[in-house]
């Protein structure tokens, strides 16, 4: 026994060590649509290849109609923003690509935050901030929206304590009334569903708990609010007549949780 531990501690370092450095992994999900959708979130500092290459690959080979970034592209500690400039640029090249922010975009120091924005001005991009867009594909119509939603959901008073929600009626306010029309929602937190689909979206994506860091049984177990066993986490979730779609994300440390690219044909 004394000596079965050492190697299985080794044997999961080693396992995590290639997972957090060469695992790129490819999600399908097949919602019964015509439009394919490629869906990216949480790069942190990560990266696969130069300037991604590795990455914009596999997005390549998929062929998608459309293009989502849910948030995070970068971290709050990033100055060098070389990197993600690069990889927008190709993912735009590729097909029509739509981003929000996540809380670590918003977390960037006031200049830093403001270069960046200046950056993606110069990119073709489609920067959605509690704003929309309309998709046509073979006379289907979708309106995309892309919610920015109120920074103390994710820190509150420097901590994690009694952080604010999200309901249908703040969505409102920022989005207006949901239109009759088929409406995907881009919200970079997924736990606020309930209210994503109150609200009407007949999709949401979503990203932020990364898998929920480390994944058992199927099951996440931490989100970044310091909560564990979050509710989504990695997947396609159904709540009445809403498909809420998470990405398990590229970046930051995880375990029995590669990084994902996700395709939805929806």
Not at 75 to 99: G, N, Y
Not at 163 to 172: A, G, K, Y
Not at 224 to 236: A, I, L
Request: charged residues 25%; glycine residues 8%; aromatic residues 10%.
């Amino acid at each position: 026994m004394n000596r079965i531990i050492p190697k299985v501690i080794a044997t999961g370092a080693l396992w995590a060590a290639y997972e957090n450095i060469c695992m790129l992994t490819v999600r399908h999900e097949d919602l019964g649509g015509n439009i394919r959708v490629v869906h990216l979130s949480d790069f942190h500092k990560r990266k696969f290849g130069m300037n991604n290459s590795r990455l914009i690959s596999k997005v390549r080979e998929l062929s998608p109609d459309i293009i989502f970034l849910t948030g995070d592209l970068v971290s709050r500690t990033e100055t060098d923003f070389t990197t993600a400039i690069c990889t927008i640029d190709q993912l735009c090249a590729i097909a029509p690509t739509v981003m929000i922010y996540g809380n670590h975009e918003r977390s960037l120091s006031k200049i830093k935050r403001s270069e960046f924005r200046e950056m993606l001005g110069n990119t073709d991009v489609i920067f959605l901030k509690n704003s929309h867009i309309s998709f046509e594909k073979s006379g289907r119509k979708v309106m995309i929206y892309g919610l920015s939603e109120q920074y103390t959901v994710y820190k509150k008073n420097g901590g994690y304590r009694d952080l604010d929600q999200v309901s249908d009626e703040d969505i409102e306010k920022r989005l207006g009334s949901c239109p009759s029309d088929e409406v995907i929602l881009l919200a970079h937190n997924p736990l606020f569903a309930e209210s994503y689909e109150k609200w009407g979206a007949e999709y949401t994506l979503s990203g932020h708990v990364h898998g929920g860091v480390v994944r058992l049984l199927g099951k996440g177990i931490l989100s970044p609010e310091r909560r564990f066993f979050p509710r989504y986490s990695k997947g396609v979730y159904t709540l009445g007549k809403m498909k809420l779609l998470v990405s398990a994300g590229l970046g930051k440390l995880r375990l029995f949780d590669p990084a994902e690219i996700v395709v939805y044909d929806m």
